[in-house]
C-alpha cells in the first residue's frame, strides 16, 4: 500500500462510513471518487437523524411541550455548531437554507429589493467569473434581467486561473456586488480572495463568496474572509441533503429585506401589514430543515473532532500524489492547474478524443464512480473547448490505492476503446 505524509489513519475512519463497504456489479469493491458532488455520511450522523425521528421530532420555536422544547434546542444547538465551525462573529448571522443555491438567490434577491445603499438596479454592475458553478450565474442573470443591472464577469487564463489583470476595469465604481467562488469545483483553483475583497472594498462593493467545495476540506473562518456573504451546503460536508447555510454580517442582514415570506420570519402581522423578526428568522420562513440541521451539528462535531487542517494536509497528500500519477496516464489532460499548492482536491480532465461519458461508463462497471459532463459549469467547458470532462474527487476518507484504482481503471478505458 502506497504511503505518503500526512494521510489520515483512513482505515479507521472508512468504518465510520457504512457506504464505503459496499461492492457494485457483481462484487466489484466501490472505489468512491465523486466526493466534490456529493459526501458519504458516518455512523455519527445517520445516528443523530435516527435519534431526533425517534426520540424528538417536532415542529421548532413557539411550542411549549417538551418534544417541541427539545427540536427546538437541537436546532438552535446546530446554529450555535455552525457559528463556530466558521468563527462567526455572532450565532444570529448564521442562516439555515435548503443548499448554496438557495442561499445564493437570497442574496440576489435581498439585493434586488433592498432600498439605497445596497439596491441593485439599471445604473449598477454585477461581478461573478467565468468559473462559477450555475449556483452562481444564473441568480445574478436572473437579477439583472429583472433590474437592469449590467452582469460582468472575470475571465480565465489557459492554465485555469482567474484572469485579474483588468481588475479595475471589471470592478468598477458601479459595481454593488462581487460574487465568486472560494474553490472551483471543476477546476479545483484556489481563487486569490485577498486581491479581489480588496478591490471591492475600495469601491464600496458588496463580496459574496461561494464556499461549497472549501468549508468540507479545510478550516473556514470568515472574520478572516473579510466577505460580506458565505454560502456552501451540508450535503459535501457528511451532512444530509437538504441543508445550506449563508452567513451574512450582522450590519446587513438586519438592513435587507427578506425573500420569503410566511410563518416564523414575521414579528407581528395584520391584514395590512406585516413586521419581521430579527435575522436570523427573518430569513427562514416556514417549517425550517430541522432534522437536517441536526445532522449538519453532528457532521461539524465528527469532522471538528478529526480537525479541519488535518483534512486539509490529508487531501494535499492525495491530490499531489493524484496529480503524479494522472500525468503517466497517455494522452491524459488534466483541466486546471497542475500543481497541488494551487488547487483542491477534485481533479477534471480528458482522455484524449474518448468522450467523458464513455470514460465513466467504462469506470463504473469497474466500480469506480466519478462525474461526468460539464459539472454546472458549462462556461468552462466552452472557455477550453472541450465537451465535458471527467471528474476525480476526494475527501478524508480517500486513499491512495483508490488513486491507483483509478489510473488501472484509466488504462483499461483507453484499452477498451483502442
Not at 473579510?226 to 459535501?236: E, L
Not at 427562514?284 to 437536517?292: F, L, M, S
Not at 462497471?365 to 461526468?372: C, K, L, M, N
Request: net charge negative.
Amino acid at each position: 500500500m502506497t504511503q505518503l505524509p500526512g494521510l489520515l489513519d483512513t482505515e479507521a475512519i472508512r468504518k465510520d462510513f457504512p457506504l464505503l463497504d459496499r461492492q457494485v456489479h457483481d462484487g466489484k469493491k466501490l472505489v468512491y471518487l465523486d466526493n466534490a458532488a456529493t459526501s458519504q455520511k458516518p455512523r455519527q450522523v445517520l445516528d443523530a437523524l435516527n435519534e431526533y425521528y425517534e426520540r424528538h421530532n417536532a415542529n421548532v420555536h413557539r411550542g411549549v411541550h417538551v418534544l417541541a422544547e427539545e427540536a427546538t434546542a437541537l436546532y438552535e444547538g446546530a446554529r450555535d455548531k455552525v457559528a463556530t465551525f466558521i468563527n462567526a462573529p455572532s450565532r444570529d448571522e448564521v442562516i439555515f437554507t435548503k443548499n448554496a443555491s438557495e442561499s445564493l438567490n437570497l442574496v440576489a434577491n435581498m439585493l434586488g429589493w433592498a432600498d439605497e445603499p445596497y439596491r441593485v438596479d439599471h445604473e449598477t454592475e454585477i461581478v461573478i467569473t467565468e468559473m462559477e458553478h450555475h449556483s452562481n450565474i444564473v441568480p445574478w442573470q436572473l437579477l439583472s434581467q429583472r433590474t437592469g443591472a449590467k452582469l460582468k464577469w472575470f475571465g480565465l487564463t489557459d492554465d485555469g486561473r482567474l484572469d485579474l489583470s483588468n481588475i479595475d476595469e471589471i470592478i468598477t465604481e458601479k459595481t454593488k456586488i462581487v460574487s465568486f467562488v472560494l474553490v472551483s469545483n471543476i477546476l479545483g483553483t484556489f481563487n486569490p480572495v485577498e486581491a479581489i475583497i480588496r478591490r471591492a472594498q475600495e469601491v464600496g462593493a458588496l463580496v459574496c463568496i461561494d464556499a461549497s467545495q472549501a468549508a468540507p476540506h479545510m478550516p473556514l473562518d470568515v472574520q478572516a474572509l473579510q466577505a460580506d456573504f458565505v454560502a456552501f451546503t451540508g450535503h459535501k460536508m457528511c451532512a444530509p441533503t437538504g441543508v445550506g447555510i449563508l452567513w451574512g454580517r450582522q450590519e446587513l442582514l438586519e438592513d435587507l429585506p427578506p425573500f420569503l415570506g410566511g410563518g416564523e420570519m414575521i414579528e407581528t402581522v395584520s391584514m395590512h401589514s406585516s413586521t419581521y423578526a430579527p435575522a436570523p428568522h427573518k430569513f427562514e420562513a416556514g417549517t425550517p430543515p430541522i432534522a437536517q440541521a441536526v445532522g449538519l451539528g453532528a457532521a461539524i462535531d465528527y469532522l471538528s473532532a478529526i480537525g479541519m487542517e488535518k483534512i486539509a494536509a490529508h487531501e494535499h497528500a492525495l491530490t499531489e500524489y493524484a496529480v503524479k500519477r494522472l500525468s503517466e496516464v497517455p494522452d491524459l489532460r488534466i483541466i486546471g492547474p497542475t500543481t497541488a499548492e494551487e488547487r483542491g482536491a477534485a481533479i477534471s480532465f480528458t482522455l484524449g478524443d474518448i468522450h467523458p461519458h464513455d470514460v465513466g461508463q467504462v469506470l463504473d462497471e469497474q466500480g469506480i464512480a466519478v462525474r461526468v459532463g460539464h459539472h454546472c459549469a458549462r462556461p468552462v467547458c466552452l472557455r477550453y473547448g472541450i465537451p465535458a470532462t471527467t471528474r476525480a474527487s476526494f475527501y478524508l476518507y480517500s486513499t491512495p490505492s483508490e488513486i491507483d484504482a483509478l489510473v488501472e481503471g484509466l488504462d483499461y478505458v483507453r484499452n477498451f476503446f483502442g
